[in-house]
């Protein structure tokens, strides 16, 4: 079956940089889908963050477009998240979740666990 | 802000029917989807594209819409379906944007 795992840093200092990798296995990520990144500050809703499509296409949300990079390793089956100039507002539970978008019906339908990043000095 | 929009809160007595209710412009031209979040767990998809459930959702669950307005219904609710609820869609513009509702906290009385 289809699984996702994100793995990072749980720390970061404000201003730097955070990096999140979701592996993927059971699945090749090269063979379709869009693979996405959502998160959830504490005790807040969800929020997506972007997208790649399988064949490398990005796709961001606009309110973060300017900070954030997505990219896909096929070799490595996985895809990451760079989210740059941080600060405490961007602290929240990161997911991972595949996204199967046929244009008139839309569904993550797998998720990882999350990933629980807090901004800190 | 979402672009779709949830009631914060509902409650349901315990083997009644509830609707939770999303509405956005999108939804005039795309399903919404559903994902039920239990404390300190991920979300899980219980309906997408029409009324469909994924494996292992119970047939309880079923989803609709009308406009701009897509309900997800749990038919006889049981306890361990206090969750919050979330629908998610395009944005309505149709580009590859994609939006969340601000989530539904179902308590189940």
């Known amino acids: 079956q289809v699984q996702l795992q994100e793995s990072g840093p749980g720390l970061v200092k404000p201003s730097e940089t955070l990096s999140l990798t979701c592996a993927v296995s059971?699945?090749?990520?090269?063979?379709?889908?869009?693979w996405g990144w959502i998160r959830q500050p504490p005790g807040k809703g969800l929020e997506w963050i972007g997208s790649?499509?399988?064949?490398?296409?990005?796709y961001y949300n606009p309110s973060l477009k300017s900070r954030v990079t997505i990219s896909v390793d096929t070799s490595k089956n996985q895809f990451s998240l760079k989210l740059s100039s941080v600060t405490a507002a961007d602290t929240a539970v990161y997911y991972c979740?595949?996204?199967?978008?046929?244009?008139?019906?839309?569904?993550?339908?797998?998720w990882g666990q999350g990933t629980m990043v807090t901004v800190s000095s | 802000s979402s672009e779709l929009t949830q009631d914060p809160a509902v409650s349901v007595a315990l083997g009644q029917t509830v609707r939770i209710t999303c509405q956005g412009d999108?939804?005039?031209?795309?399903?919404a989807s559903w994902y039920q979040q239990k404390p300190g767990q991920a979300p899980v998809l219980v309906i997408y594209?029409?009324?469909n459930r994924p494996s292992g959702i119970p047939d309880r669950f079923s989803g609709s819409s009308s406009g701009n307005t897509a309900s997800l219904t749990i038919t006889g609710a049981q306890a361990e379906d206090e969750a919050d609820y979330y629908c998610?869609?395009?944005?309505?513009?149709?580009?590859?944007?994609?939006?969340f509702g601000g989530g539904t906290k179902l308590t189940v009385l």
């Open positions: 059971g699945y090749s990520i090269s063979s379709g889908y869009y």
């Open positions: 979740a595949r996204l199967w978008d046929t244009m008139i019906v839309v569904a993550f339908d797998i």
């Open positions: 998610n869609s395009r944005d309505s513009s149709g580009n590859h944007y994609w939006v």
């Open positions: 790649i499509y399988h064949s490398g296409s990005t």
């Open positions: 594209g029409k009324n």
């Open positions: 999108s939804l005039r031209s795309y399903y």
